[in-house]
């Protein structure tokens, strides 16, 4: 079976200070890491997924599969990052045609 | 924005009553989606369809049902079987191909 844990429900971190948003699976193969993000009272949208390996509004994730994680990170925060963010994945057991998503973790930055 | 249109944003459904929220796409995606997503649960996957007039149960399908007749849409019904059904709906699609899934803007369910 496949699994995504985000550990954290809450992180929150002052404007310009470093984040780190955690993400850890659980699947047999080689999966397909996704970031994405729900800013308030937006729709849920894709932020960066592990194969394009672009840096995405300063943020960027890196697939470690030894570490079966996939974290995302910022080393500055902005106010406009403050979102609900969810890890996700994507498997060779559904022709890579579904998602798996963590629980989420809310992203809070203040000034 | 747009392209994926969820219908009606509110909606409330009485004891024992079936109600179907509507997914409505203009993008010409092949795959379509339907998610339930609850406070510190994330999205579950309740079903799915790749093609038109075929589809899967997702995680949680107990109590729901789906149609594709359309490329274009796809509704889902919250039957009576569904005991919580108070929940942020979510339709998302997906061009076959591309592993990228776009989402509408949700219908939230309440029960009176």
């Known amino acids: 079976a496949q699994r995504v844990t985000q550990p954290e429900k809450l992180l929150s971190v002052f404007k310009g200070a470093p984040v780190e948003l955690k993400c850890n699976y659980s699947y047999s193969g080689s999966p397909e890491l996704f970031w994405y993000v729900q800013y308030s009272r937006q729709r849920l949208q894709l932020l960066l997924r592990?194969?394009s390996r672009e840096s995405i509004k300063g943020f960027t994730a890196d697939l470690n599969k030894g570490e079966t994680s996939f974290h995302l990170k910022k080393p500055f925060a902005q106010e406009e990052d403050s979102a609900m963010y969810y890890c996700?994945?994507?498997?060779?057991?559904?022709?890579?045609?579904?998602?798996?998503f963590g629980k989420g973790t809310m992203l809070l930055v203040s000034p | 924005d747009g392209g994926i249109t969820q219908s009606p944003k509110y909606l409330f459904r009485k004891e024992g009553q079936n109600v179907t929220l509507s997914c409505e796409q203009n993008?010409?995606?092949?795959?379509m989606y339907w998610y339930r997503q609850d406070p510190g649960q994330g999205l579950r996957l309740i079903y799915y369809s790749q093609i038109v007039n075929d589809f899967q149960k997702g995680d949680i399908a107990e109590g729901y049902s789906v149609s594709r007749e359309k490329k274009e849409s796809f509704p889902l019904t919250v039957t009576s079987a569904q005991k919580n059904p108070t929940a942020f709906y979510l339709c998302?699609?997906?061009?076959?191909?591309?592993?990228?899934?776009?989402f509408g803007a949700g219908t939230r369910l309440s029960v009176l």
């Open positions: 998302a699609s997906r061009l076959a191909g591309k592993n990228i899934q776009y």
């Open positions: 592990h194969i």
């Open positions: 996700a994945l994507s498997g060779r057991g559904s022709g890579y045609s579904t998602l798996t």
């Open positions: 993008l010409n995606h092949d795959a």
